[in-house]
């Protein structure tokens, strides 16, 4: 599972380094094979380790390609999906599209999402953190059963 928020960089030739911590379970998990997409509700990208990704596009086929929303969601996470490769550094190609969708400028954003990491732009994350802590509020948790069980 991965967690937590790391500062990491974008470099001139657009590659990440991916924070130690991570590297060796991901040559194990994936053989260092991961995709990286869009996300359809967030200026972020996703990082997938490949066998989560593949569980990701089967979901896809089950979509209809003539129903508009459906298709749509296909066509951006599909479009959009690219292979990426750790290197021997521990560093990822990101494409200029998809650092295009993300506004990614140099000071990045790498945050453990349980089966895949979010890739956000600094200022764009400190954004969204703002956010959240003005919508996460007592009453959410209080009404919210699934969310009572996460309180400590």
């Known amino acids: 599972m ?5 500062a990491i960089s974008l470099d001139s030739k657009g590659r990440i380094t991916m924070p130690t911590r991570y590297r060796d379970g991901l040559r194990v998990r994936c053989d260092a094979q991961m995709i990286c997409t869009v996300d359809l509700r967030s200026p972020c990208l996703l990082l997938y380790p490949l066998p989560e990704w593949e569980q990701v596009e089967q979901k896809l086929l089950n979509l209809s390609d ?5 298709r749509q969601v296909k066509r951006l996470l599909q479009g959009y999906a690219t292979e990426c490769e750790l290197d021997k550094a521990g560093r990822l190609l990101l494409s200029g599209p998809l650092r295009n969708f ?5 000071a990045l954003m790498l945050v453990g999402q349980l089966n895949k990491f979010e890739i956000w732009s600094e200022a764009n994350w400190q954004q969204q953190i703002a956010l959240a802590q003005q919508q996460t509020s007592q009453d959410t948790f209080d009404n919210n059963h699934r969310l009572q069980e996460l309180t400590l």
Do not use: H, I, S, Y
């Open 102 to 106: 993300a506004q990614l400028d140099k």
């Open 2 to 6: 991965f967690r937590g928020a790391n």
């Open 66 to 70: 003539t129903v508009p929303a459906e």
